[in-house]
């Protein structure tokens, strides 16, 4: 009843306030004359009506009032929803609702509203603008923003501890008092969360355990302010987790565990595992394990598997059968991160039984020493033994060993190993061609039948061999030093050093001296094995001597003290005024040889003597002297009789002669002495090549003319052998063009013509480095 008052007067509110606002235009007073003129004007601004409003269509709204008084005045209404939703009767100004409001939809609206003259239509008043507002009604149940909610807290968390806000919304006017007020309330789940007036979840007890229960559903109520349509609610689900803390100690799944291991199980390698389990998350299993009472902990380790959590059992050092063919010890699992604000004890720590059960196994032998190292002297061959080696069965068999070299460095043939471990050195060692022998001996059991193991164990022996003074002291680098022809006495030429091949120990020192005293050069010591060569008396005579032939004696301070002889070549140079060099002979590179190399030289020019000579003896044997060949070129082509004229042939001249076919070649030439009987000779058949038939018959006449006539000169005919003329593909028969030519042609197909073609085969078929001989 009291909200129908409340909402009574405020309906009646604005008409006592446009009344009154009409009484104060109008000034009614009683000291004031009713009949004064007074500006017309609206006499209200704004109405009010209720939402969602009960009562038969139209809701009355309002009244607008004009002052003009026309009884012809009409009302008109124009703006959001006029003449649809609010209407005004034109007569009274009366505003009407057609349909029934929602102040949630829209809030208020805005209207104009016009006094015009019915009859002229003209505006009596100027038009005025109001707004119509929409009072609220508590008629909306408070909405969450969402149908679920989800939160997480840790476990075992304190009393009061936030986990998650739900938050739920009311349409209702929230400017008016307890319309849009929400409250929250745990509906279900109260026992373990609750929930405050701003929605926010927290914790409503400390013995949340995720390993009991992970996840919890709860369900909320947000409700309207009570008293207001009887408090309307709606719900909502808000699941929560528990997240892990590490609270839970790791307890091993058996009490005891027996693993078998050989013996020559690797140090570091895997044993056996233990498994235990922690009901915490995985990235909260922090599990340690330790030696009860420390026993064993110097021959094993336990290594935690970093995913599965177990404790891997690894030896720390080598496990022998023949020791200890047990172990037993207990071993605990803890975790040294557990939170203990959130620990609660479940009894006592965990404790396991472990044995090692160590199997036997045939173990290759041991030596006593990981790596032995022996000395010796270079160039001395020991009739004793340098060193042994020892190795032993470590199993109870206690079997012999047999040594064997299995690799070594930098040569094999040096160093031998006998079959009970001496080392022997089988020829002198140098040091300068290798200063350390690295050899690998291997040790093998001689089991039954003398027969040797499959297994077998390695060790390294080092030989280094001491350095004797065996190498003389030479140039440390090929000097080619000039001086000028004109240099004062005293001036340095250069500065020469030494190397040795020896150990070139802190304290090797090397002596320098000249050969020969009779000489225009003299040494200067610097005391850091280096010398001066400088000029001793100066003004070099270029002309008779170009380059000196200096020998210089390098010596060590070794036992035995050794010395070389080399000679440095100095080239006397012509030289400007400024002292550079401007012309100098080329001297011959000088250093020291060893007899060997000398050796070596003086055979490979033997050698090549003799072979020079073989060469020479062998040729003479092919050549013959040609004394029938003494005229120059200029008497033989005098001779020569050349037919180019068109025609012609081979009846064209008697002059023709061939025979220098038989002894022109390029390097020389040679001639049958004494008549041959050719034509006694069968002639080749007509198989040969293209020179047979008449012109070989004619060929085979003139050269056996020449032949057997010893007192005629050799001469050639340049005639065209043709049918054709001067046209002939035949070109010139001529032996000295063809001797000039550079042609390629291999005439060895001419030793298979017969005798009579030999001559030109040997002709033909000597060296072309011989000179031509006419």
């Not at 022996?374 to 199993?395: F, Q, W």
């Not at 047999?402 to 040569?411: A, D, E, G, K, V």
Request: aromatic share 10%.
């Amino acid at each position: 009843m009291k909200k129908f008052i409340i909402l009574f007067f405020l309906i009646l509110a604005p008409a006592s306030a446009y009344k009154e606002d009409f009484k104060r235009k109008l000034n009614l007073s009683p000291n004031n004359n009713i009949h004064k003129r007074l500006k017309r004007d609206w006499i209200w601004n704004q109405m009010y009506i209720l939402e969602e409003n009960n009562v038969p269509l139209p809701h009355y709204v309002g009244k607008v009032t004009s002052s003009a008084g026309n009884k012809n005045a009409k009302y008109v209404l124009e703006g959001e929803y006029a003449n649809t939703i609010f209407k005004v009767h034109e007569n009274t100004g009366d505003v009407y609702a057609y349909e029934k409001l929602d102040r949630e939809k829209k809030s208020e609206y805005k209207l104009t509203a016009f006094c015009i003259d019915r009859t002229t239509n003209k505006s009596l008043e100027k038009p005025s603008t109001f707004i119509i507002k929409v009072f609220d009604v508590n008629d909306n149940v408070p909405v969450f923003v969402q149908k679920s909610f989800n939160g997480s807290v840790p476990e075992m968390s304190p009393v009061g501890t936030s986990v998650t806000k739900v938050t739920a919304v009311d349409a209702d006017d929230p400017t008016v008092a307890g319309h849009a007020t929400v409250i929250y309330k745990v509906i279900q789940g109260e026992h373990y969360f609750r929930v405050d007036e701003f929605g926010v979840i927290s914790t409503a007890t400390a013995d949340l355990d995720r390993e009991t229960q992970s996840t919890y559903e709860i369900v909320v109520q947000a409700k309207d302010s009570p008293g207001f349509h009887g408090g309307d609610s709606s719900t909502a689900t808000v699941t929560i987790t528990l997240t892990d803390v590490n609270d839970n100690f790791p307890t091993f799944q058996q009490q005891s565990f027996h693993f078998k291991v050989p013996e020559n199980v690797r140090v570091g390698s895997e044993v056996g595992r233990l498994e235990v389990e922690d009901i915490d998350e995985p990235q909260n299993r922090n599990t340690k394990y330790r030696f009860v009472r420390e026993h064993y902990g110097d021959t094993f380790e336990i290594i935690p598997n970093a995913v599965t959590n177990e404790g891997i059992i690894k030896p720390k050092k080598p496990l022998d059968y023949e020791n200890i063919k047990e172990y037993k010890f207990n071993v605990e699992a803890t975790d040294p991160t557990i939170n203990m604000r959130f620990f609660k004890p479940r009894g006592p720590k965990s404790i396991a039984a472990v044995t090692i059960e160590v199997l036997d196994v045939d173990e290759p032998p041991v030596f006593s020493k990981p790596s032995y190292v022996y000395t010796i002297k270079e160039n001395l061959s020991p009739k004793n033994p340098l060193g042994t080696v020892l190795a032993i069965d470590p199993d109870a068999a206690k079997r012999k060993i047999r040594y064997t070299l299995r690799r070594s460095s930098p040569s094999g043939d040096y160093v031998k190993v006998s079959n009970n471990g001496n080392i022997f050195i089988s020829k002198p060692l140098d040091r300068e061609t290798s200063a350390w022998h690295n050899l690998t001996v291997a040790a093998q059991e001689i089991i039954a039948d003398n027969k040797l193991s499959d297994v077998e164990s390695h060790t390294q022996v080092y030989i280094q061999v001491l350095d004797q003074n065996d190498n003389p002291p030479e140039l440390a680098y090929p000097y080619e030093p000039k001086v000028c022809e004109n240099a004062a006495p005293g001036k340095v030429i250069i500065t020469i050093s030494a190397t040795d091949k020896d150990e070139m120990l802190p304290g090797v020192h090397f002596n320098y001296s000249l050969a020969t005293e009779d000489s225009n050069f003299t040494l200067v010591d610097n005391h850091d094995n280096t010398v001066n060569v400088t000029v001793k008396y100066g003004q070099f005579n270029r002309e008779l001597v170009k380059i000196h032939y200096l020998p210089i004696i390098i010596s060590d301070n070794g036992t035995p003290e050794l010395n070389s002889t080399n000679i440095l070549s100095i080239s006397v140079c012509k030289c400007d005024s400024n002292g550079e060099f401007t012309f100098c002979e080329e001297a011959a590179k000088q250093v020291g040889v060893s007899i060997q190399a000398l050796v070596a030289i003086f055979i490979c020019i033997f050698t090549i003597l003799a072979v020079i000579t073989l060469l020479i003896i062998l040729r003479k044997r092919h050549k013959k002297d040609l004394n029938v060949l003494r005229k120059n070129v200029a008497e033989i082509h005098e001779q020569l009789v050349t037919y180019d004229e068109e025609g012609g042939g081979e009846m064209d001249t008697t002059s023709y002669d061939v025979s220098v076919l038989n002894s022109v070649r390029r390097n020389g030439m040679k001639l049958e002495a004494g008549p041959r009987l050719y034509a006694q000779v069968r002639k080749p058949t007509g198989n040969g090549i293209s020179g047979t038939g008449e012109m070989a018959i004619m060929i085979e006449v003139k050269k056996d003319e020449a032949d057997n006539d010893g007192d005629l000169l050799p001469y050639d005919t340049l005639h065209i052998y043709g049918y054709e003329g001067a046209e002939s593909i035949a070109e010139s028969l001529s032996s000295l063009e063809s001797g000039s030519s550079d042609s390629d042609i291999d005439y060895d197909f001419l030793n298979d013509w017969g005798p009579r073609f030999k001559m030109l085969a040997e002709l033909y078929g000597l060296e072309p480095n011989e000179d031509f001989v006419y």
